[in-house]
């Protein structure tokens, strides 16, 4: 053989490499366009689960029999294209004797010969690898639907070029369009200012010193809408220890926080008015007690008491003790009719006209402390609320502000109204005495708790005040300074 004929091999070589191809679960087919003969080899036969010549070796058996009906197409399709010296494969569907259809591989290619135009082919079972992609794509598509259901995304950052790339679910939490690519600052600048740096932090330590991150986090999306979410980071190494990349998930759970802050602010109204009841109970028990007492010493001293002057003398503080309990009775109507009008049905509450109610019953107060009021109730005017608290809530505050006013100067209060993303406020404010809070800031809400001298002080009106505004869902807080004046923030919704 010369050096030029060394690519060609002999008629028995060939025959070899047939045997080969055979034993290893390889078909090779050949059809003549022109004549129509068909041949198939004795591993094709074996690959369909026949032994050579137990089923009819025809191109129309094969087309008819043999290749599923959906796959014909892909099949002429690849034959057609087959040209000469290249190579065009076809995943289609066999049925082979025992066991259905599976998957195989048709390699074909066109040549013209002498006899006419042949094209060859070579088919390999593919069936496990074919069964193992579509149980992957089933994979990936219930991984995709469960990331969209969970509002659940990944995202990698490369520790080299510090290049992000984000799944499409997190351009859908971002609420942004076309998949921009963003850089780790940019993404970073999505989030809200009290959270930037913590974000920044955490991602920094990952990428520096491999350390992992699961931090909940408030987002301000692409739509101006503020949402929590949940970011995790943890770092992949390389044989050294050193980070490559940064691999995480990041979902929008804004529903579960918002649902669980509120489960916990319930909580803790709950439990706060359980103390104050526990509190109030305590409080009424010990003055009915005490009630109780001094009624049956007076009783008895007036059963004893021989001098007409000496019964009317304690007559007289029978009375002062009987007034005394009826007030304390009255308090505890008061704080019961609470919980049980929370259940009436709120209305569309008009401020200005309550305003104008409340001062209409202060005006001789205001009108002997010359106070000044200055109203604004633009940022909102009308607010669904039970009448008779907004009322009752509105008058505790200006009366109070009225009534501890500072003895050189004349009263100025300021009632607004407030609305932001939390809520709507109501905001009553004056230059009265003010209130150390530092010594009585945990009884400003407290029952017959006075911080001051004056006469008119009973303890009552901010404790039904705040379980007003509670009941309702709202919450009330004070700021105060000592001579310079009083803040009450009401949060009404």
């Avoid at 200012?193 to 974000?199: C, E």
């Avoid at 489960?263 to 109780?292: C, E, G, P, T």
């Avoid at 007492?293 to 009317?312: H, I, P, T, W």
């Avoid at 002997?368 to 009752?392: H, K, L, N, R, V």
Wanted: net charge negative.
């Amino acid at each position: 053989m010369s050096f030029f004929d060394a690519h060609k091999f002999s008629g028995e070589s060939i025959e070899h490499f047939a045997h080969i191809i055979n034993c290893m679960h390889t078909g090779i087919w050949e059809y003549n366009t022109g004549t129509k003969k068909t041949t198939w080899s004795a591993g094709f036969y074996t690959m369909l689960g026949y032994a050579p010549g137990e089923i009819e070796c025809s191109y129309h058996n094969f087309f008819e029999n043999i290749l599923y009906y959906g796959d014909r197409k892909t099949f002429l399709r690849s034959t057609d294209a087959a040209a000469k010296e290249s190579l065009v494969p076809a995943h289609i569907r066999l049925l082979i004797k025992s066991d259905g259809y599976q998957w195989f591989q048709s390699t074909s290619q066109r040549l013209d010969t002498a006899e006419g135009t042949v094209i060859y082919g070579v088919l390999d079972n593919i069936n496990e690898y074919k069964i193992a992609q579509f149980k992957a794509q089933q994979n990936d598509e219930l991984n995709a639907e469960t990331g969209r259901m969970a509002k659940l995304g990944s995202w990698e950052i490369d520790a080299a070029t510090k290049s992000l790339h984000l799944s499409t679910d997190i351009y859908e939490i971002f609420e942004l369009t076309g998949e921009k690519q963003l850089s780790v600052a940019e993404a970073i600048s999505y989030f809200e200012p009290a959270y930037r740096q913590i974000i920044t932090d955490a991602v920094d330590n990952a990428l520096r010193f491999s350390k992992p991150y699961d931090l909940e986090l408030q987002l301000r999306t692409a739509k101006n809408n503020v949402i929590w979410v949940r970011s995790k980071g943890i770092a992949v190494i390389d044989d050294l220890g050193r980070c490559k990349t940064v691999r995480g998930i990041f979902q929008d759970i804004d529903r579960i926080k918002k649902r669980g802050l509120n489960m916990q602010s319930s909580i803790n109204r709950l439990d706060d008015q359980n103390k104050r009841l526990q509190n109030f109970a305590y409080i009424v028990s010990h003055n009915l007690r005490s009630h109780a007492g001094n009624l049956k010493f007076m009783v008895s001293l007036y059963e004893d008491a021989g001098q007409s002057n000496d019964r009317e003398e304690i007559f007289a503080h029978i009375k002062t003790i009987s007034d005394s309990l009826n007030l304390t009775i009255g308090h505890l109507d008061e704080i019961v009719k609470i919980q049980t009008e929370v259940t009436r049905e709120r209305k569309v509450v008009n401020l200005p006209a309550i305003y104008e109610n409340v001062t209409a019953a202060l005006q001789a107060n205001i009108t002997a402390t010359g106070a000044q009021i200055i109203t604004d109730f633009e940022a909102c005017s009308e607010i669904p609320y039970i009448p008779a608290y907004m009322e009752s809530i509105m008058q505790n505050l200006l009366t109070n502000a009225i009534k501890y006013k500072h003895p050189d100067r004349n009263p100025i209060i300021d009632c607004k109204t407030v609305k932001d993303n939390e809520g709507i406020y109501l905001i009553v404010s004056d230059n009265g005495v003010g209130i150390d809070l530092e010594r009585y800031g945990e009884d400003v809400f407290g029952l017959y708790k006075t911080f001051h001298l004056n006469k008119d002080a009973k303890g009552i009106g901010l404790f039904i005040t705040r379980n007003q505004v509670e009941a309702l869902g709202g919450n009330i807080r004070v700021e105060s300074e000592v001579n310079v004046g009083t803040k009450f923030t009401v949060k009404l919704v």
